[in-house]
């Protein structure tokens, strides 16, 4: 039985950081592509970061240079360090995983997700 477990979401002030980590477990993590989405109140869920399991990023126009997706293969958790962070990235983030090792920006692509997290930037 896969399961995605995400923690590190908070309150935090804008300009701030938080580091989302995201454990699978029951599942070949190394062989498969990653993704972080994110979701606010009313809206669709939304691509933020994806990693492919050769390690490459890839990253939603509103958060590159912002954001940074990585991976531990030896832990089976990927990260998304978020900096500078604004009051429109306010949502729940949710951890995706695919059952291919490239990746992609559409949520209907990922099987696996974890319960999501909520992050709160305050203004």
């Known amino acids: 039985q896969v399961q995605l477990v995400e923690s590190g979401g908070g309150l935090v002030q804008a300009g701030g950081s938080l580091r989302l980590s995201c454990a699978a477990s029951?599942?070949?993590?190394?062989?498969?592509?990653m993704a972080w989405f994110r979701q606010a109140p009313g809206k669709q869920r939304d691509f933020v970061a994806a990693m492919s399991s050769g390690g490459n990023p890839n990253y939603a126009d509103s958060v590159k240079g912002r954001f940074t997706i990585s991976r531990d293969n030896a832990k089976n958790t990927v990260y998304l360090q978020m900096n500078s962070l604004k009051t429109e990235d306010t949502a729940v983030y949710y951890c995706?995983?695919?059952?291919?090792?490239?990746?992609?920006?559409?949520?209907?692509?990922?099987?696996?997700w974890g319960q999501g997290t909520q992050v709160t930037v305050s203004s």
């Open positions: 995706s995983g695919s059952i291919w090792g490239y990746t992609s920006t559409r949520a209907a692509n990922y099987v696996y």
């Open positions: 029951g599942y070949t993590f190394s062989s498969y592509g």
